[in-house]
């Protein structure tokens, strides 16, 4: 995932990326789809191998972050300089109505703070990222956070000010040349105006910030901390204890009595819990709805959905066009359980691979010839760009060591490369599709700040992940074309049929249970045990179908997904995905102009609204066109798939 640090601010500079108050918010990659596979340990079962120090890490393997500083020493110098900055937010206090060279002047100074916060909060994230357990590192970023803290309380009056300034007054601002590169920017900030309130409001509702988050403390503690399972046995008969990261693996095993077995005993603790986790979402969703009703938003869902200036149409199609795209689905799970001889198929018979996972090794420089090659449809300067960056310019931090963190993301600043961390294992080929993914958003990165003044080039969540997954269906595509056997096929063939069953239609079903549930409430009627229930059973029975077995237990799933408590930031993953197929069948088949269309989109930052970045690269995502194009990509693909079998 593309990741971003900023201070929490209404600028023009895009609030996505996840943006953070005092440095770092950190989200790893794949996040939507943490019931899927998961990466698979390095090294043959049952034996341990040791991870290197990170001193022991060869160099030419490690990222080169001197074009963020050359030195800890030199992060020293530029923090100084920069914290000795922030006092001078002051001058501005009080006079931003004063004339539009005067707010113009103060919007500079900010971005102009703001840009060596990022260089700054990058580096020092980098550099702990590396290892963990590096005190100095740790050092580095808690005064960082702490001083990018005191920036956020310095400059926090800006906004309310700005909101201040009477109406007509700022529409004759607006159109002063002094302002022209910071109009958008305002008019980004002033559709707040009537969802903002007055001063003592505003005071009463962020004193309460601590106290909303309390549904969201207890779900985490229950679910991470207090809910306990037994050992079980693994197929090679050793006890596992069980867990949320073993549970997924259990999933993946070919014995369908460990993985049945493990379903049922991991879910006692649901059922066991149901009552107190019920109370938990019902909270959550309560808060989405007292905030969005006392800051004048006709609902929950369009509160969240305002900043991006996405209409409710758009969430609405999505739904409206999986379930006439449902059918496919329903093909899939059959064709699933005849491949794997099934009576009948369970929730835990959709995670195992229908085939033998591909034995292929890929070396750094051999994953990174196959993510070029796959993405030569993208033009010379694309791939020459990456290919150096994944090479000689050192953007990657590639393999594992003791302490860095786990996982994988992409970090891009305006001023420094768009650096990966990888931890690349030459003997799993999804890390090269990790790789094609995480290289999609540096080079959206990388495109966007050459292209865009730094309060524009930072693109938002909601086009975010069409960059990356995009590089993730070149590649695809690109090896697919290229399989030597039928069954080499298949498997590829199966492994983009379970990203988009999890990617747009699972994560649709979750968004669809998030409307209906602040719909309920929005209503007055409570979110009970029975209530959550019987609305996500229904849902159940509509995404899986007349012919699959739904257990029980099942309907305690929606007590249990973290995305919840961060309601209405799920259908993005869907619709991303839709306008990256939809997008890339544009590239991969056109003749006149689409390639260009595209860069220009991964060029645009947030110089324009998301949806209108989209519409200028060929999708229109408040059609129902792009996410149809994708459901027909993955129908075809069901059809391909049964015949290969």
Same mark, same amino acid.
């Given at each position: 995932m593309a990741k971003k640090i900023s201070r929490t601010k209404a600028?023009?500079?895009?609030?996505?990326?996840?943006?953070?108050?005092?440095?770092?918010?950190?989200?790893?990659?794949?996040?939507?789809?943490?019931?899927?596979?998961?990466?698979?340990?390095?090294?043959?079962?049952?034996?341990?191998?040791?991870?290197?120090?990170?001193?022991?890490?060869?160099?030419?393997?490690?990222?080169?972050?001197?074009?963020?500083?050359?030195?800890?020493?030199?992060?020293?110098?530029?923090?100084?300089?920069?914290?000795?900055?922030?006092?001078?937010?002051?001058?501005?206090?009080?006079?931003l109505g004063d004339s539009p060279q005067v707010l113009a002047e103060a919007l500079q100074f900010d971005a102009e703070i703001d840009r060596g916060s990022e260089r700054l909060g990058v580096y020092a994230f980098l550099k702990t990222a590396e290892d963990q357990a590096n005190s100095d590192y740790q050092r580095m970023k808690g005064r960082f956070q702490h001083m990018s803290t005191l920036a956020s309380e310095a400059s926090s009056y800006m906004r309310p000010e700005i909101m201040?300034?009477?109406?007509?007054?700022?529409?004759?601002?607006?159109?002063?040349?002094?302002?022209?590169?910071?109009?958008?920017?305002?008019?980004?900030?002033?559709?707040?105006?009537?969802?903002?309130?007055?001063?003592?409001?505003?005071?009463?509702?962020?004193?309460?910030g601590q106290m909303s988050e309390a549904s969201n403390q207890i779900f985490r503690q229950l679910n991470d901390a207090d809910l306990k399972w037994p050992a079980i046995k693994n197929e090679k008969g050793q006890r596992v204890e069980l867990g949320h990261s073993s549970f997924s693996a259990f999933l993946h095993s070919p014995s369908r009595a460990i993985r049945k077995s493990a379903f049922h005993t991991y879910y006692t603790q649901y059922t066991a819990h149901q009552h107190s986790l019920a109370a938990a979402l019902?909270?959550?969703?309560?808060?989405?709805?007292?905030?969005?009703?006392?800051?004048?938003?006709?609902?929950?869902?369009?509160?969240?959905?305002?900043?991006?200036?996405?209409?409710?149409?758009?969430? =609405?199609?999505?739904?409206?066009? !999986?379930?006439?795209? &449902?059918?496919? $689905?329903?093909?899939? *799970?059959?064709?699933?359980?005849? %491949?794997?001889?099934?009576?009948?198929?369970?929730?835990?018979?959709?995670?195992?691979?229908?085939?033998?996972?591909?034995?292929?090794?890929?070396?750094? =420089?051999?994953?990174?010839?196959? !993510?070029?090659?796959? &993405?030569?449809? $993208?033009?010379?300067? *694309?791939?020459?760009?990456?290919? %150096?960056?994944?090479?000689?310019?050192?953007?990657?931090?590639?393999?594992?060591?003791?302490?860095?963190?786990?996982?994988?993301?992409?970090?891009?600043?305006?001023?420094?490369?768009?650096?990966?961390?990888?931890?690349?294992?030459?003997?799993v080929l999804d890390h090269v599709f990790t790789l094609a993914h995480e290289a999609g958003h540096s080079m959206h990165s990388w495109y966007s700040a050459r292209n865009q003044p730094f309060q524009y080039y930072g693109y938002t969540i909601f086009v975010a992940e069409v960059a990356s997954t995009f590089n993730e269906m070149l590649l695809a595509e690109h090896l697919m074309r290229k399989a030597k056997t039928k069954q080499e096929r298949a498997y590829l063939i199966n492994r983009q049929l379970d990203g988009i069953r999890g990617t747009i239609l699972r994560q649709t079903m979750f968004a669809e249970f998030e409307r209906i549930t602040h719909t309920l409430v929005e209503g007055g009627e409570p979110l009970t045990v029975d209530?959550?229930?019987?609305?996500?059973?229904?849902?159940?029975?509509?995404?899986?179908?007349?012919?699959?077995?739904?257990?029980?237990?099942?309907?305690?799933?929606?007590?249990?997904?973290?995305?919840?408590?961060?309601?209405?930031?799920?259908?993005?993953?869907?619709?991303?995905?839709?306008?990256?197929?939809?997008?890339?069948?544009?590239?991969?088949?056109?003749?006149?102009?689409?390639?260009?269309?595209?860069?220009?989109?991964?060029?645009?930052?947030?110089?324009?609204?998301?949806?209108?970045?989209?519409?200028?690269?060929?999708?229109?995502?408040?059609?129902?066109?792009?996410?149809?194009t994708a459901l027909a990509y993955f129908d075809r693909l069901v059809t391909e798939l049964d015949e290969l079998l």
């Open positions: 600028k023009g500079k895009a609030p996505a990326k996840r943006k953070g108050r005092a440095g770092v918010t950190p989200r790893s990659r794949g996040a939507a789809q943490k019931l899927m596979k998961p990466r698979k340990p390095s090294g043959k079962a049952g034996t341990a191998q040791a991870l290197p120090p990170r001193s022991n890490v060869r160099v030419n393997d490690t990222w080169n972050l001197d074009s963020l500083f050359a030195s800890d020493a030199e992060w020293e110098a530029a923090f100084e300089a920069w914290a000795a900055q922030i006092p001078q937010y002051i001058q501005f206090k009080g006079h201040a300034i009477p109406t007509e007054i700022m529409d004759r601002m607006l159109n002063a040349p002094e302002l022209a590169d910071w109009r958008l920017a305002l008019e980004r900030t002033l559709r707040f105006r009537p969802h903002t309130l007055s001063d003592k409001e505003e005071q009463l509702l962020a004193m309460q019902n909270g959550s969703v309560q808060r989405d709805v007292y905030y969005a009703k006392a800051r004048n938003y006709k609902s929950a869902r369009e509160a969240a959905l305002f900043a991006d200036n996405v209409p409710l149409s758009v969430y =609405d199609n999505l739904i409206e066009s !999986v379930h006439a795209n &449902l059918p496919a $689905l329903y093909r899939y *799970y059959d064709l699933r359980k005849r %491949a794997m001889k099934l009576k009948d198929i369970h929730q835990y018979d959709t995670y195992v691979p229908i085939l033998s996972n591909l034995e292929k090794k890929h070396t750094w =420089d051999q994953a990174v010839k196959v !993510v070029i090659d796959a &993405l030569q449809p $993208l033009g010379d300067e *694309y791939c020459r760009t990456l290919h %150096a960056g994944l090479t000689v310019q050192r953007w990657s931090d590639r393999y594992p060591n003791a302490g860095k963190q786990s996982g994988a993301f992409s970090y891009g600043t305006f001023d420094g490369a768009p650096y990966l961390m990888m931890n690349f294992q030459p003997t209530a959550l229930r019987k609305e996500y059973r229904k849902l159940l029975d509509l995404y899986f179908g007349p012919d699959f077995a739904i257990d029980p237990e099942l309907e305690l799933e929606c007590l249990r997904i973290p995305h919840f408590y961060r309601a209405f930031y799920v259908y993005k993953y869907a619709t991303g995905l839709s306008a990256a197929i939809a997008l890339s069948q544009r590239v991969l088949n056109g003749t006149n102009g689409e390639l260009d269309a595209y860069l220009n989109f991964l060029k645009g930052g947030c110089s324009k609204w998301p949806l209108d970045l989209l519409r200028d690269a060929g999708v229109d995502m408040e059609s129902p066109e792009p996410v149809n």
